[in-house]
């Protein structure tokens, strides 16, 4: 008998939703609807409608359109004139207004007085702010820029906090057509004056500082020096968070948001910039990657409505910054109707199960976290069920990096055994994801459900053959609407071109090492490009993190693979130990002998070294490549933006190694 007559047994699944759950997802409506109106698959269930979703794209896209009921004030010629990567042209012809579709609920009487918002803070109990009330302060907020000069195209920046000024300001500036950007309080001056210098704001909106971990933190000096460095600004919006009085030539909050005026929401094109948002930028400026008005919104209308399944009954939490695209993914939240969530404060303030009280608090239905969260509560022992009433949750999402297996049987044991678990990725560099939640599908421990509707993912070897069941490039075959329509201040696109297209022309190559296996799912090894390779067998960082990180001496690791020029490699694994542990030779063994039992002996570590701290990203990533590019003899100047690092100190801690070893 042939093997193929014996197909290999499917694994168990950790989750699996009822029918019940399946019949009522918002997906499983828009299958049956797509296939009366588009010819969509009426049986199959989502990999069907995946497989229909890539290769019928237009009519899919088509389908999504008209399924949210997007207003365009202009007829579309076509859906996808041009498929070219990059430079896809979807929908040339429409015009239409983000901001208009993330107020819509508000034209409801029977649900504008309910919350679009709800703010909480290290302090209080819920603040909401409805759906009308919202709706009249981006109108009078319009106005104001209207009346400022702001014209469709200006840029407008803010220094905010995630905060419903922060929201209100985003819809404001879509209102009107202005571009918007953001970066968190927490980025120090050069941090932000690296990325908003770039793009030359018209506005600043700012607040006179932030609290966090309980503590208040004055922002009123790099207030000034923004205003200094920033030559273009025409106006400062001054937002009194603290409470102090608005700095000489700035104009007040409160003076701009009082009027009661019916918004205005200018008609711009289809591929009219949204937004401005910037990648890590671990060398050189950070990329000033520019998103669409309707890449956006279709985007995020399947991924949020489809995938996440969010309507007017849910309560959307992601805990995030202004600086991180997950901040503008959650207030898209709007355009399906639901109350956001926004937490300004931090994630393990007064202790490390502070997020799970929010939820509790704000009636959260999808709560989003990192995957480090996650794994900090598994490791502080934190029960999240018995301390708190979750029982509003039906789905907990995770992403910034890959959530490890044990992740996944913790937030089954100790939240909900019916618990939907949703590890997502995608990128700053689409605002969305390419693969994770789906609400029809099982969940397997230790993978992302399926790739995303409208998404050719698929996995290639370095010859550009597709894979199956083994590791490869993460690549995406054909356009999105929400891929960049071009980086900022990158006239030619070559930066654009270099930074996903170079290894396979047209073809979007993300960065990512991952495997596709047999029953559909995904699962995410870390970044191609700080990938370990032993003798010919890869193996992505994230694999050894979650091994080493398991072991309580260890707060955080860092495995680098270097290439050396004899032709040999050196693989150090630097540990940050747990308060109290020693990095002894019985430590040592437990770290080798895991790594040799759990994973690959190939990938025990040449040397394991005592560091101070893991460097990462502003947005909480591990610091793989430039650490790689230190190591290997590189200046930390030429290795690293300095803006674009947490803790520049511990770089240092690396360059000395290499210097040691030179």
């Known amino acids: 008998m042939t093997s193929a007559a014996h197909p290999a047994p499917q694994p168990e699944p950790l989750w699996q939703p009822d029918s019940d759950r399946i019949a009522a997802a918002r997906i499983t409506r828009f299958q049956a609807w797509a296939a009366e109106r588009y010819g969509a698959p009426a049986e199959g269930g989502y990999p069907a409608l995946h497989r229909w979703s890539v290769a019928e794209l237009d009519t899919f896209w088509q389908a999504v359109a008209d399924w949210f009921d997007i207003r365009f004030s202009s007829p579309y010629e076509a859906v996808l004139a041009d498929r070219t990567m990059p430079g896809a042209q979807w929908f040339p012809g429409a015009t239409l207004n983000y901001a208009e579709h993330a107020l819509r609920t508000a034209e409801d009487s029977a649900r504008a007085d309910t919350p679009a918002l709800l703010h909480v803070d290290e302090t209080h109990e819920p603040v909401e702010i409805s759906w009308s009330e919202l709706r009249r302060q981006v109108g009078s907020l319009a106005a104001e820029l209207r009346a400022l000069g702001v014209r469709p195209g200006d840029r407008v920046s803010g220094y905010l906090p995630n905060v419903p000024q922060a929201v209100t300001a985003l819809l404001a500036s879509a209102a009107v057509g202005a571009v918007w950007t953001s970066c968190a309080p927490d980025f120090g001056a050069r941090s932000v004056l690296d990325r908003f210098q770039q793009v030359e704001p018209v506005v600043l909106f700012t607040v006179d500082g932030y609290r966090y971990g309980g503590k208040e933190h004055d922002r009123t000096d790099v207030v000034a020096e923004l205003r200094r460095e920033l030559p273009t600004l025409r106006a400062v919006v001054h937002i009194p968070l ?140 934190v029960h999240p069920a018995r301390e708190h009433d979750l029982s509003r949750i039906k789905c907990v999402a995770t992403t910034g990096s890959p959530l490890p297996p044990d992740g996944f049987r913790w937030l089954h044991d100790e939240v909900r055994e019916d618990l939907w678990i949703a590890s997502v990725s995608g990128g700053t560099d689409v605002c969305s994801c390419f693969a994770g939640a789906v609400p029809t599908l099982p969940v397997h421990i230790g993978e992302l459900q399926a790739p995303c509707l409208g998404t050719d993912l698929q996995a290639w070897d370095p010859q550009g053959r597709a894979v199956t069941g083994e590791v490869g490039e993460l690549v995406v075959t054909n356009p999105m609407p929400s891929m960049p329509i071009r980086f900022w201040n990158d006239p030619d696109g070559s930066r654009y071109r270099d930074s996903y297209f170079d290894m396979f022309p047209g073809v979007w190559r993300h960065g990512d090492w991952i495997t596709l296996t047999d029953h559909g799912s995904v699962i995410i090894h870390g970044r191609s490009d700080s990938t370990l390779n032993r003798q010919g067998v890869r193996m992505g960082s994230a694999d050894i993190y979650e091994v080493v990180e398991r072991l309580p001496e260890i707060r955080e690791s860092l495995v680098i693979g270097l290439e050396e020029p004899d032709g040999g490699y050196w693989m150090p694994l630097f540990v940050h130990l747990a308060e109290g542990a020693v990095l002894d030779e019985s430590l040592r063994t437990k770290i080798k002998q895991a790594i040799r039992e759990q994973l690959s002996p190939r990938h025990v570590p040449d040397e394991i070294i005592e560091a101070p701290g893991v460097p990462h990203t502003l947005t909480g990533k591990r610091i793989e490549v430039p650490v790689k590019r230190l190591l290997q003899g590189t200046a930390l100047d030429k290795a690293v933006n300095p803006g674009s690092v947490d803790n520049l100190d511990l770089l240092r801690f690396y360059e000395d190694i290499a210097r040691k070893r030179a």
């Open 242 to 381: 603290l409470g102090t009085p608005a700095p000489e030539g700035t104009l007040e909050w409160s003076a701009l948001t009082s009027a009661d005026t019916e918004p205005v929401f200018e008609q711009v094109p289809f591929d009219h910039p949204l937004w401005v948002l910037y990648s890590s930028g671990t060398t050189g400026l950070p990329k000033a990657i520019v998103q669409s008005q309707g890449g956006i919104l279709l985007e995020h209308f399947k991924q949020l409505g489809l995938h996440c399944d969010l309507g007017p009954e849910d309560r959307f939490f992601w805990y995030t910054s202004t600086g991180w695209m997950m901040w503008n993914f959650l207030v898209s939240g709007l355009l399906t109707g639901t109350t956001v969530v926004l937490y300004d404060g931090s994630p393990g303030f007064p202790d490390t199960g502070a997020q799970w009280g929010v939820a509790e608090r704000t009636g959260a239905t999808l709560f989003g976290t990192s995957a480090a969260y996650v794994m900090a509560c598994r490791k502080a022992e």
